[in-house]
Nanobody, 125 residues
Framework: EVQLQASGGGLVQAGGSLRLSCAAS????????IGWFRQAPGKVREGVTS????????YYRNSVKGRFTISSDNAKNTVYLQMNSLNADDTAVYYCGALRRRYLSTLPINRVDGWGKGTQVTVSS
Protein backbone atom coordinates (compact mmCIF):
# COMPACT_ATOMS: atom_id res chain seq x y z
CA GLU A 1 0.00 0.00 0.00
CA VAL A 2 1.34 3.38 -1.03
CA GLN A 3 1.75 5.54 2.06
CA LEU A 4 3.05 9.09 1.96
CA GLN A 5 3.38 11.72 4.64
CA ALA A 6 4.04 15.38 3.87
CA SER A 7 5.47 17.67 6.50
CA GLY A 8 7.29 20.98 6.93
CA GLY A 9 4.55 23.47 6.19
CA GLY A 10 3.97 26.60 8.17
CA LEU A 11 3.41 30.34 8.14
CA VAL A 12 6.00 32.44 6.33
CA GLN A 13 6.22 36.00 5.11
CA ALA A 14 6.25 36.79 1.43
CA GLY A 15 9.75 36.36 0.07
CA GLY A 16 10.55 33.69 2.62
CA SER A 17 11.38 30.02 2.28
CA LEU A 18 10.13 26.65 3.46
CA ARG A 19 11.29 23.09 2.95
CA LEU A 20 8.71 20.35 2.71
CA SER A 21 9.41 16.66 3.14
CA CYS A 22 7.52 13.66 1.80
CA ALA A 23 8.27 10.37 3.53
CA ALA A 24 7.25 7.28 1.59
CA SER A 25 6.58 3.75 2.80
CA UNK A 26 4.69 0.61 1.90
CA UNK A 27 5.90 0.39 -1.68
CA UNK A 28 9.07 0.20 -3.73
CA UNK A 29 10.15 3.83 -3.84
CA UNK A 30 12.03 3.52 -7.11
CA UNK A 31 9.01 2.11 -8.94
CA UNK A 32 7.40 5.53 -9.01
CA UNK A 33 7.83 9.20 -9.69
CA ILE A 34 6.87 11.43 -6.78
CA GLY A 35 4.95 14.61 -7.31
CA TRP A 36 4.01 17.59 -5.18
CA PHE A 37 0.53 18.97 -5.55
CA ARG A 38 -1.31 21.81 -3.87
CA GLN A 39 -4.86 22.88 -3.26
CA ALA A 40 -5.76 26.43 -2.40
CA PRO A 41 -9.13 27.28 -0.81
CA GLY A 42 -11.89 27.11 -3.39
CA LYS A 43 -9.58 25.82 -6.11
CA VAL A 44 -8.89 22.44 -7.62
CA ARG A 45 -5.81 20.48 -6.69
CA GLU A 46 -2.96 21.12 -9.10
CA GLY A 47 0.37 19.55 -9.84
CA VAL A 48 3.38 21.63 -8.88
CA THR A 49 6.50 19.58 -9.51
CA SER A 50 7.66 16.00 -9.82
CA UNK A 51 10.80 13.90 -9.84
CA UNK A 52 11.86 10.58 -11.26
CA UNK A 53 13.73 9.24 -8.23
CA UNK A 54 15.91 6.96 -10.36
CA UNK A 55 17.42 9.38 -12.86
CA UNK A 56 16.55 12.70 -11.23
CA UNK A 57 14.46 14.03 -14.11
CA UNK A 58 12.26 16.83 -12.84
CA TYR A 59 9.25 18.80 -13.96
CA TYR A 60 8.00 22.17 -12.68
CA ARG A 61 4.87 24.12 -13.46
CA ASN A 62 5.74 27.52 -14.90
CA SER A 63 4.66 29.52 -11.88
CA VAL A 64 7.26 27.87 -9.61
CA LYS A 65 10.19 27.54 -11.98
CA GLY A 66 13.30 29.17 -10.56
CA ARG A 67 11.77 29.34 -7.07
CA PHE A 68 11.05 25.72 -6.12
CA THR A 69 13.46 22.79 -6.19
CA ILE A 70 12.48 19.15 -5.84
CA SER A 71 15.00 16.52 -4.77
CA SER A 72 15.05 13.00 -3.43
CA ASP A 73 17.04 10.96 -0.94
CA ASN A 74 16.46 7.39 -2.02
CA ALA A 75 18.24 5.98 1.03
CA LYS A 76 15.56 7.60 3.17
CA ASN A 77 12.64 7.11 0.75
CA THR A 78 12.05 10.83 1.04
CA VAL A 79 11.41 13.61 -1.43
CA TYR A 80 11.97 17.26 -0.55
CA LEU A 81 10.54 20.49 -1.89
CA GLN A 82 12.60 23.60 -1.27
CA MET A 83 10.41 26.64 -1.78
CA ASN A 84 12.02 30.07 -2.06
CA SER A 85 10.66 33.53 -2.83
CA LEU A 86 7.23 32.49 -1.64
CA ASN A 87 4.26 34.67 -2.43
CA ALA A 88 0.59 34.73 -1.49
CA ASP A 89 -0.35 32.64 -4.52
CA ASP A 90 1.65 29.77 -3.05
CA THR A 91 -0.70 29.54 -0.06
CA ALA A 92 -2.30 26.09 -0.14
CA VAL A 93 -2.32 22.65 1.39
CA TYR A 94 0.57 20.77 -0.16
CA TYR A 95 0.35 17.04 -0.83
CA CYS A 96 2.75 14.52 -2.24
CA GLY A 97 1.66 11.67 -4.43
CA ALA A 98 3.17 8.67 -6.18
CA LEU A 99 2.67 8.31 -9.92
CA ARG A 100 3.95 6.14 -12.69
CA ARG A 101 6.84 7.75 -14.54
CA ARG A 102 4.90 8.34 -17.73
CA TYR A 103 2.91 10.97 -15.84
CA LEU A 104 6.00 12.89 -14.71
CA SER A 105 5.31 16.01 -16.78
CA THR A 106 1.53 15.96 -16.75
CA LEU A 107 0.77 15.18 -13.09
CA PRO A 108 -2.83 14.08 -13.58
CA ILE A 109 -4.64 14.09 -10.28
CA ASN A 110 -6.60 10.96 -11.15
CA ARG A 111 -3.39 8.99 -11.77
CA VAL A 112 -1.92 9.39 -8.32
CA ASP A 113 -1.52 6.00 -6.68
CA GLY A 114 -1.70 7.22 -3.14
CA TRP A 115 -2.08 10.53 -1.39
CA GLY A 116 -0.46 11.49 1.85
CA LYS A 117 -1.93 13.78 4.42
CA GLY A 118 -1.16 17.31 3.33
CA THR A 119 0.73 20.09 5.02
CA GLN A 120 -0.48 23.68 5.14
CA VAL A 121 1.66 26.45 3.68
CA THR A 122 0.51 29.99 4.40
CA VAL A 123 2.32 32.98 2.95
CA SER A 124 1.51 36.33 4.51
CA SER A 125 1.88 39.48 2.45
Amino acid sequence: EVQLQASGGGLVQAGGSLRLSCAASGFTFTDYAIGWFRQAPGKVREGVTSIDVIDGTTYYRNSVKGRFTISSDNAKNTVYLQMNSLNADDTAVYYCGALRRRYLSTLPINRVDGWGKGTQVTVSS
